[in-house]
């Protein structure tokens, strides 16, 4: 079995799942399964993730069996996990070469469940941009409560430790589920040091539609986590205040 498993759900990505694909090639660490779930894809996804099963007995595919959403996509790669440790990379974003491996032996060494670490950005066309996020080294339940920080292509978690953990049926802002419910059974995550990966800023990211967001964003809390509506939207002002205010994005030097 290898020692971690790679989650992505795929949809009409033909743009970026190769340069996606690569930067898990380039992996240091190669003891990995990539299983990938199409949502129905009607670009050439599906059909380009076939060519490269066929090529690679480390990745797999599925497809559902009609649009049903990340969520939906990400628990059935979970599903077919063998790997100890989960691991998250969308089908548009990138890792450093060395993601694997660094944040494995953290945690490994430091008995630690739930980890992530920093990013970087990528504007849509790939080009870098001289920013990152910068997050502190540890995040309890409450914390992230008050913002959502931690970037899905940053997480991993121990399995062993956890059993598999689902993402919430909800259609947006499952991640963000995810995390809180992590933090439920563990009650700090960890921060990985180093910016270990890229996250790809699309214009058409449901992060872009900000009044989409906000519905999001309360219907998790509401919903998801069973708050009542006055702590509900309390939460939901104070994730739009550290949106509009927190310094949790950083300018850093990138290397030339």
């Given at each position: 079995?290898?020692?971690?498993?790679?989650?992505?759900?795929?949809?009409?990505?033909?743009?970026?799942?190769?340069?996606?694909?690569?930067?898990?090639?380039?992996?240091t660490?190669?003891?990995?399964?990539?299983?990938?779930?199409?949502?129905?894809?009607?670009?050439?996804?599906?059909?380009y993730?076939l060519?490269?099963?066929?090529?690679?007995?480390?990745?797999?595919?599925?497809?559902?069996?009609?649009?049903?959403?990340?969520?939906?996509?990400r628990?059935?790669?979970?599903?077919?996990?063998?790997?100890?440790?989960?691991?998250?990379?969308?089908?548009?974003?990138?890792?450093?070469?060395?993601?694997?491996?660094?944040?494995?032996?953290?945690?490994?060494?430091?008995?630690?469940?739930?980890?992530?670490?920093?990013?970087?950005?990528?504007?849509?066309?790939?080009e870098?941009?001289?920013?990152?996020?910068?997050?502190?080294?540890?995040?309890?339940?409450?914390?992230?409560?008050?913002?959502?920080?931690?970037?899905?292509?940053?997480?991993?978690?121990?399995?062993?430790?956890?059993?598999?953990?689902?993402?919430?049926?909800?259609?947006?802002?499952?991640?963000?589920?995810?995390?809180?419910?992590?933090?439920?059974?563990?009650?700090?995550?960890?921060?990985?040091?180093?910016?270990?990966?890229?996250?790809?800023?699309?214009?058409?990211?449901?992060?872009?539609?900000?009044?989409?967001?906000?519905?999001?964003?309360?219907?998790?809390?509401?919903?998801?986590?069973?708050?009542?509506?006055?702590?509900?939207?309390?939460?939901?002002?104070?994730?739009?205040?550290?949106?509009?205010?927190?310094?949790?994005?950083?300018?850093?030097?990138?290397?030339?």
């Open positions: 079995m290898p020692i971690v498993s790679i989650i992505t759900p795929s949809f009409n990505c033909i743009e970026f799942i190769d340069e996606t694909f690569n930067s898990i090639l380039e992996q660490l190669n003891d990995w399964e990539w299983i990938v779930t199409d949502d129905c894809s009607t670009d050439g996804t599906y059909e993730l060519q490269k099963a066929a090529l690679d007995s480390r990745i797999i595919v599925y497809r559902n069996g009609s649009n049903s959403g990340a969520a939906v996509s628990n059935n790669s979970i599903k077919h996990a063998t790997g100890r440790y989960i691991a998250f990379l969308d089908s548009d974003d990138l890792w450093e070469n060395d993601k694997l491996k660094v944040q494995i032996s953290f945690m490994s060494h430091n008995n630690i469940a739930f980890s992530y670490t920093d990013y970087s950005f990528l504007k849509e066309s790939g870098i941009i001289d920013k990152a996020r910068v997050l502190p080294v540890t995040l309890t339940y409450r914390q992230l409560l008050n913002e959502n920080l931690i970037g899905c292509l940053t997480v991993m978690y121990d399995s062993r430790k956890l059993g598999k953990m689902y993402m919430p049926l909800i259609r947006r802002r499952q991640d963000y589920g995810l995390w809180l419910d992590i933090l439920k059974t563990v009650p700090i995550a960890h921060k990985c040091p180093g910016i270990l990966a890229k996250y790809r800023q699309r214009t058409s990211s449901v992060s872009s539609n900000k009044l989409k967001l906000l519905r999001y964003n309360f219907e998790l809390f509401y919903k998801h986590q069973n708050m009542p509506i006055h702590m509900a939207s309390y939460y939901l002002f104070l994730n739009v205040f550290n949106k509009l205010f927190k310094k949790n994005k950083v300018k850093i030097q990138m290397d030339s």
